[in-house]
């Protein structure tokens, strides 16, 4: 809604030359800003058909970040929403987004400037002192919808800018979850590969001990070796693999890469499937998909505002205070004095800049739309890719522990026969080797099943805090 300050209205009632075609005009801009302008238009987003004939409005889970039960994950998911520069980035974002709607809005507001001076000087006649003080007031009145739609589009802009905030933050949370989940998994694989080494160094022992007695070949003890030295750095890569995941994790909390985050010993049990809810909800929720979607109505605003500004302009101004020759009787109210004015600047030719301007806008306008599109798109993507991942995951991680406690009772018993002398120290290593192989792929896949977790409640838009009650 246009606002109309007293000063404009004792202009607009004022007996000056054209006041009639202002006021008419004046009614026309207040009337055209009470509606707002229409809802563009969506471009259809493709939605599998099962869920766009659901009646079941679903539920996506709030509050994840709880459902892992890690008290030390959720200060550090609280010290990278302090820390983490890039969060801090969006935030000043969003805050010069809301900063450049204020003043966009304030374009429609009277501007009331004071005024004075003081002036001295001579001439034939002698010498002559003036003074003044006073208010200097002037509004556009809004006819065409320039100043409300450019408005309106900067507010919608901050809107967008504090659901981009928020997708950071939802972001670094995920983030911080995952590389706290991935550093446990990586000490996790260092305590593996340890374990192996030994066992080879165990074996190297042995053979070489036989192989000096004269009982084994040069070839075991070759073997032996080598396994010994082909365990021993894939050791060291793993703990290669492991200091990077530290350091990756302090990064995301703000920190100096130190490589000091104390993490837990192993992977804790995965949370039971959340509620995931219709994927077409996905629309509503996911912060991201919110800021596109007010772009869209951001840029049909600017529109809106290029094709007003071929339109005529109307200026209104108003100017009182004190005049006098001596300064002592400034304030006397003989001394009082006062203009009005109004003026209509149209547009006669300015080499197609205008025209330039709204066909700059439009393209904007599908650019903002085109975006929408591959945002919506992008999210059903990332949710049905999380939930297809994640099933296949579990099949596998039910294999795989099949597997390592066959092949650990394998070991276990291949130990025993060689304590009895009925398998060779040799034949054991490769028992120990085949058990380790199957416990770090399921090491592997049970880190994995907490990353794509973790990407399923990001891609539903579900907040990694617990909501208020409504």
């Given at each position: 809604?246009?606002?109309?300050?007293?000063?404009?209205?004792?202009?607009?009632?004022?007996?000056?030359?054209?006041?009639?075609?202002?006021?008419?005009?004046?009614?026309?801009?207040?009337?055209?800003?009470?509606?707002?302008?229409?809802?563009?238009?969506?471009?259809?987003?493709?939605?599998?058909?099962?869920?766009?004939?659901?009646?079941?409005a679903g539920k996506v889970a709030d509050n994840w970040l709880a459902t892992f039960g890690d008290a030390r994950l959720d200060a550090l998911v609280l010290e990278a929403e302090k820390n983490n520069p890039d969060l801090a980035i969006a935030a000043a974002r969003r805050d010069r987004a809301a900063a450049e709607a204020g003043k966009a809005d304030s374009a429609l507001s009277p501007k009331v400037d004071a005024v004075?001076?003081?002036?001295?000087?001579?001439?034939?006649?002698?010498?002559?002192?003036?003074?003044?003080?006073?208010?200097?007031?002037?509004?556009?009145?809004?006819?065409?919808?320039?100043?409300?739609?450019?408005?309106?589009?900067?507010?919608?802009?901050?809107?967008?800018?504090?659901?981009?905030?928020?997708?950071?933050?939802?972001?670094?949370?995920?983030?911080?979850?995952?590389?706290?989940?991935?550093?446990?998994?990586?000490?996790?694989?260092?305590?593996?590969?340890?374990?192996?080494?030994?066992?080879?160094?165990?074996?190297?022992?042995?053979?070489?001990?036989?192989?000096?007695?004269?009982?084994?070949?040069?070839?075991?003890?070759?073997?032996?070796?080598?396994?010994?030295?082909?365990?021993?750095?894939?050791?060291?890569?793993?703990?290669?693999?492991?200091?990077?995941?530290?350091?990756?994790?302090?990064?995301?909390?703000?920190?100096?890469?130190?490589?000091?985050?104390?993490?837990?010993?192993?992977?804790?049990?995965?949370?039971?499937?959340?509620?995931?809810?219709?994927?077409?909800?996905?629309?509503?929720?996911?912060?991201?998909?919110?800021?596109?979607?007010?772009?869209?109505?951001?840029?049909?605003?600017?529109?809106?505002?290029?094709?007003?500004?071929?339109?005529?302009?109307?200026?209104?101004?108003?100017?009182?205070?004190?005049?006098?020759?001596?300064?002592?009787?400034?304030?006397?109210?003989?001394?009082?004095?006062?203009?009005?004015?109004?003026?209509?600047?149209?547009?006669?030719?300015?080499?197609?800049?205008?025209?330039?301007?709204?066909?700059?806008?439009?393209?904007?306008?599908?650019?903002?739309?085109?975006?929408?599109?591959?945002?919506?798109?992008?999210?059903?993507?990332?949710?049905?890719?999380?939930?297809?991942?994640?099933?296949?995951?579990?099949?596998?991680?039910?294999?795989?522990?099949?597997?390592?406690?066959?092949?650990?009772?394998?070991?276990?018993?291949?130990?025993?026969?060689?304590?009895?002398?009925?398998?060779?120290?040799?034949?054991?290593?490769?028992?120990?080797?085949?058990?380790?192989?199957?416990?770090?792929?399921?090491?592997?896949?049970?880190?994995?099943?907490?990353?794509?977790?973790?990407?399923?409640?990001?891609?539903?838009?579900?907040?990694?805090?617990?909501?208020?009650?409504?």
């Amino acid at each position: 809604m246009i606002r109309q300050s007293p000063v404009a209205s004792t202009v607009v009632g004022s007996t000056l030359l054209g006041a009639p075609l202002i006021v008419s005009l004046f009614f026309i801009s207040c009337r055209a800003a009470e509606t707002a302008p229409p809802t563009k238009d969506r471009a259809p987003t493709p939605v599998r058909e099962a869920y766009a004939n659901a009646t079941d409005a679903g539920k996506v889970a709030d509050n994840w970040l709880a459902t892992f039960g890690d008290a030390r994950l959720d200060a550090l998911v609280l010290e990278a929403e302090k820390n983490n520069p890039d969060l801090a980035i969006a935030a000043a974002r969003r805050d010069r987004a809301a900063a450049e709607a204020g003043k966009a809005d304030s374009a429609l507001s009277p501007k009331v400037d004071a005024v004075g001076g003081a002036e001295r000087g001579s001439d034939a006649r002698g010498t002559a002192s003036s003074f003044n003080l006073g208010l200097s007031v002037s509004w556009e009145a809004d006819v065409w919808g320039r100043l409300s739609n450019a408005a309106q589009a900067a507010a919608l802009d901050a809107v967008a800018a504090q659901a981009d905030y928020e997708y950071a933050r939802q972001s670094i949370a995920a983030r911080t979850a995952q590389g706290w989940f991935l550093a446990i998994a990586a000490k996790e694989q260092v305590a593996l590969d340890q374990s192996l080494l030994a066992q080879r160094e165990r074996v190297a022992r042995v053979v070489k001990a036989r192989y000096d007695a004269g009982e084994a070949k040069r070839a075991d003890l070759d073997t032996a070796e080598g396994q010994a030295a082909t365990t021993r750095q894939a050791w060291e890569a793993s703990k290669g693999a492991y200091d990077s995941a530290l350091r990756s994790l302090e990064a995301l909390l703000g920190r100096y890469p130190s490589n000091e985050v104390d993490v837990a010993t192993g992977l804790p049990a995965l949370p039971g499937e959340p509620p995931v809810g219709i994927p077409s909800e996905v629309l509503e929720r996911r912060p991201d998909v919110v800021a596109a979607d007010r772009r869209v109505a951001a840029a049909f605003g600017r529109v809106g505002s290029a094709k007003a500004a071929k339109l005529p302009r109307i200026a209104l101004t108003a100017g009182g205070g004190q005049a006098s020759g001596d300064l002592s009787n400034l304030f006397d109210p003989a001394n009082l004095v006062w203009n009005l004015g109004a003026n209509l600047l149209g547009p006669l030719f300015d080499g197609g800049e205008r025209e330039a301007q709204v066909r700059i806008a439009q393209a904007a306008e599908r650019e903002a739309l085109a975006s929408w599109v591959k945002t919506a798109q992008r999210a059903f993507l990332e949710v049905e890719t999380a939930l297809a991942n994640e099933r296949v995951l579990r099949l596998r991680e039910g294999e795989l522990r099949d597997a390592e406690m066959r092949l650990l009772r394998a070991r276990d018993a291949g130990e025993a026969r060689y304590g009895t002398g009925e398998a060779t120290i040799l034949e054991v290593d490769q028992l120990h080797a085949n058990h380790a192989a199957a416990a770090k792929t399921l090491l592997q896949v049970r880190q994995e099943l907490f990353q794509q977790r973790i990407n399923l409640h990001l891609a539903l838009g579900g907040s990694f805090e617990a909501q208020p009650a409504r």
